[in-house]
Structure formats: C-alpha cells, structure tokens
C-alpha cells in the first residue's frame, strides 16, 4: 500500500511510545532496539511482509524472525499493532510479568506470529536459516502455488557477531537462500558502549565472502528503507541489509547512546520523547488513525491467503498431500519400524548403535518423507544417511540430507529453525562430545518445544584411539540436566530402533540418541517378535531386562554399551548364588515420570542391606545416586578417559566382570 512518511512516521512513533511505557512499566526491558528499529518495521510490516494476523498458523506465510530478542517489545508492538488477538494492550501493559504473554524475550510458545524463542544472541539468524531451507525444500514438493514465502530477520550487532553467525551465513551462502533477507540494526552500540569498543570487523565483506548479498540504507528514511529491500528481495542470494540506525531514536539526551539498550528512560526522558516524536497519546494508547493505518498492514497477506486457500481447495489430491505431510511423523514412526524390529528379533546383530541407528533409519526416512537428515561432517561415522535422503543442494532443495559442514552449532540451530518452519522432522548427527558445541541450541529445542532428533555417537571411552578429547565423559549425564530433553542410550540393535521410535513420537520434546562407535552384543530378541508401538519395552525409560534367579540381593541399572556388561556381572552373582536383576535404563527421564507403582516394581523401597541397588554407566556417577541411592555403587569414570584400542579403556578403567563383581561382593557382605 506504500504509505508515505507523514503516515509511516507516527506508526514507527507508535511502535516507540508502546516500547518505552511498557519498559517503564516493568521498570525492566529493552527500549533501544525497538525505538532504533520502529521505522525500518514499519516499512516491512506495511509493504513488504506477507501474513494474516487471523491465522497466524497460515503455513505460506512470511516468517519473521527477532534475532535481537531483547528487542522483544518491537515484536509484541508490531504483533498488537497489526491486528493479532494476542498480545492485547492488557498484555502489554504487563510486559514481562507472570499474567502476561510478552515475556522478557520472545516465546514462541507463548504468543502465534512469534516463530521462535529469541534472546540468546545469534540463534535467530540462525534458525531462520534453518526456516528458509524448510521453505526451499518444501517449495519443490507443493511448488509455488503453496510454498512461496520468504524469511525475514531482525539481527542486532551482537547476533553479528556471535560465532553461530560465521557458521549460519556459510551455510546460508553456500545454499544460496535467497529468500532469506537480514535486517541489521546498524547501530554501532552494544552494551558496553561504541560497538568499537571491540570490533573493527568490515562485516559487508565478511558476508559477501560467504555469497551474500549485502546492501545498506538510512535506517530512518522511508524511501531509502524501500529502495534497500527491493534489492533485497530482487536479489537472488542471501541479503544483508545494513540499516544504519539510532538507537534509542526520539529519546532526545540518551539516542545514539548505550543507555537506551537494557533500561527504562525514566519519566523525563519519556515525557521529553513525546515531545519530540509529536505524540501526545496518553500511555499504552494508540490514536485512533494511526491504529488503522497498522490494522489494514494485514490486508495485502489477509487477500493472498484467501487466494492460497482456494488453490489449496482446488486440487484435492495436493490437499491431502500437504494436510498429511503437515502432521508430522509421530503417529508413523513405530509402524515405520515394526518390520525392522521383527527381523532384529528373529535375528539379533552384533553391530554398534550407531549402525543400528542407520538400519532404523533405512525404512524410516523411506516412509517418512518428512525426515531431513545431515551430519556436521560426520557423515560416514554418525550413519545418518540412508539412500532415501540425496544431498539437499544450492542446485536441488528437494534433497533431504544435509551437508551441514563442520558448524555443530549452526547445524543444531537450523534443525530446530526447519521443525519450527513445519513440515519437517530433522535429525542431525555428530560425535557426542561436540554436544558442548552446540549445547545451548539442544537447549532451545527444548525451550521451544521442539522435537529434533540429535544423532550423537561414539557415545564412551569406547570410541577407544581417538583419546580423551573425543571420549564424552560428563556429556550424557550433563545432557540429561536440560529439562524436557530426551537422552537416550540404547543397549542394542531393538533398543536403539525403540529409541528411534519414542524419539519421533515426541514432536514436543527433542532427543539425543547416544550411540556407540564399537559394536554391541544384542541383549534383546527374545520376546519381540510381535514388536509393535505398545510393546515399546524402552517407552518407560527402564525395564527389568532379566530377573533374579537366585534370591534377589542386587539390582544392576546399566545404560548404552554397559547393559551387556551387567548382564555378564549377573552370571556371574548368579554363579555365586547372589539373584541380580538387570535393569536396562535407556531413557532415564521417561523412566522418571512413570508411576510409582511401576518405578517400585523395578526398584523396590528396601535398605540396601536387603537389595543392592549398582548403577553401571561408561560416564560421571555423579546423578545416579538418583536410583541407587546413598548406599548404592556406583560404577562409573570420573576422569578423563585415554587413547587406547576400547577394549583396554574399559579394562583399564574398570568396566570388566573381573573388576565389579567383588565390589558387589564387597558391599554385600560388607
Ligand atoms: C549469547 C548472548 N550473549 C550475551 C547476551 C546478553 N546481551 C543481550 S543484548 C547484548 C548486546 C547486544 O548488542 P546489540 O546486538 O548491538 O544490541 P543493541 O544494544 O544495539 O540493541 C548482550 C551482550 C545475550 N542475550 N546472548
Ligand atoms: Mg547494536
């Protein structure tokens, strides 16, 4: 509708007025960014943006990403502004308080039209890119017809900045997303002060060295804003556009200054604001006129959605297509596997989890076409890919297998940006130890709620030569601090196709599939034959895998490559006439959430002189104290393991027959 600037100029004034009141309010927040940035998203939201704020669900919509989550009241503005039922003024007016929906930083489970959660720097450029491959790949499935959006991201000096930044814009410009457009707020101030402070990076040349394109414009001036973004959009790479901008814009003593980033004005500041933007509203008040001109921002994005409704209606065979793709995998995945498991059960293989994963993963990504895989250049060690998944390329976006390069990070952040988009279930693989790598975009998988599967293997000292930089010591245990995270560490072949199962049927909840480089000894079979989704044996995170014959004096809790191990041990108690349960444990926060009749059953609430409870895990022990309690044994490493073939790490830390049973002995007879 291209507004001009005595129209666009109080809408940007409104965006201001909302982000310094609410801050006020709060007495806590971020006024700088939104006030720097009012003008350049008024541009965008009225001309350019494609979305319908009475479905803001629609899938062929424009995503837009706030990478600069501490911004977050530009997004509840523009959000309220432009006509969605969530935030209300109310909510506004109670910004970052318990009753309210705008929280500190953008929750995309808290509020439709916020895509992701933002807040923790350069993780929203990054997902975004995760978001833009979805739009390709989807785009060769259902064509333009139905997937025809585009990416639009609002990323502050510091998301520039971050390392994730280097690792998402390689992968960007080697995949030429170019519907993928940046907004930068060019403002030269961080916290500490001048962004020179620090950096005298020229980063046009760094994305342009990465296949961008980069473009810059006066952040404050409406036509130049345009003139930016229809190169932007007209360019078929990836676009950075530089807008060089004030922070704090209107604030008249503190613009262009660090004090406007991450703290109220003050009411003199405020009231001197108002003077200078002309606007007289009283607080958390919109004038009539200017309210209108945001609510008819929708208009354009309202017409095109309608128009793609009919398209969608008009053809019931791509109807059924795209409605059933978009309900994801979860309800697939165990029949996906039933044949697999059958022939597992009749014939047990001696082979690795990681193997295992990729004998799961055959029929699964064949009758799952959502499934998208990749490796950070781990490709032939992880197993992740399976001949349904060709290259996803710069050439061909319908591949479903991703080279993501040696960019854990980034790899982590685009899966959980492709799950957010819809229509995709990623999973992704590297060496459990470089979960370190990518930790806190596992972490906003499960802040956000969303079900990637991390691939993670050579899961021990078991990986054996390749020596304690690569040996995961604290990594599973660690993993399984992160609330709603799934770690999983299967003991076989069965178990890690169960696992792979449970993992896709939490479209809520991501997973980590820790898996071994050496090779596993099956200790399932027996009893699966008839292997279906309700016979899970792995879906209450532990099992009694085999009973005390013998009177029962011990329960061994093993994980992964060390459930083997304690069957061994329990032949051996056996032999002695000592019954030892073994209990496999391969998901300990399902195991967590079961019944207490159930969890009783497994580890019944005697002393430890009666029944000794012995948790057997190639990791820290600190945690399991958890299930054996304070008298319990607890075999584990806590110390960094060694470069050696794997068999004399686990001789040589203790992890034989040889070495537990007299400690077993020990405490019982002790
Ligand atoms: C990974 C990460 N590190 C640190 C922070 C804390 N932090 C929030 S905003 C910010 C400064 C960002 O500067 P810039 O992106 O230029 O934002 P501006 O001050 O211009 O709004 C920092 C360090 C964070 N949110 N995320
Ligand atoms: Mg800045």
Redesign the pocket.
Known sequence: MSLDASRLAPMANAIRALSMDAVQAANSG?P??PM?MADVAAVLWSDYIKFDPADPKWPDRDRFVLS????SMLIYSLLHLSGYARPTMDDIRNFRQLSSPCAG?PENFLLDGVECTT?????GLAMAVGMAIAERHLNTQFGDDLVDHRTWVV????????GVNHEAIGLAGHLKLGRLIVLW?D??????GP?ALSTSEDIPARYRATGWHVVSCDGHDYADIRRALDEAVADDRPSLVACK?V?GKGAPSKQGT?A???APLGADEISAAREVLGWDAAPFEVPAGILADWRSTGDRGKAAHGEWRQRLEGDVDTRAKFENWMMGVADLAAPALEEHIAALAAEPKNVASRKASEMALGPLTAKLPQLIGGSADLTGSNNTKTPSTDPLTSEDYSGRYLYYGIREFGMAAAMNGMMLHGGIVPYGGTFLIFSDYCR?AIRMSALQQVGVVYVMTHDSIGLGEDGPTHQPVEQVMSLRLIPNLNVYRPADAIETAECWALALQSPNTPSVLALSRQNLAPVRGEGDAGWSAASNRSARGAYRLRAATAERRTILIATGSEVQLAMEVADQLEAQGIGADVISMPCAELFDVQDDAYKSDLLPDVSASQILRVSIEAGVTMGWERYTTAKGLNIGLDRFGASAPAEDLFERFGFTVDAIVPQILNKING
């Open positions: 971020h700088g960014m720097g600069a989550g501490h911004g930083h807040g923790p720097l350069g993780q990323a502050g000096d510091g998301c520039l900045m971050e707020d403002n030269n101030i961080t916290i500490d962004a901008t922070i660090s406007t980033h991450g806190n």
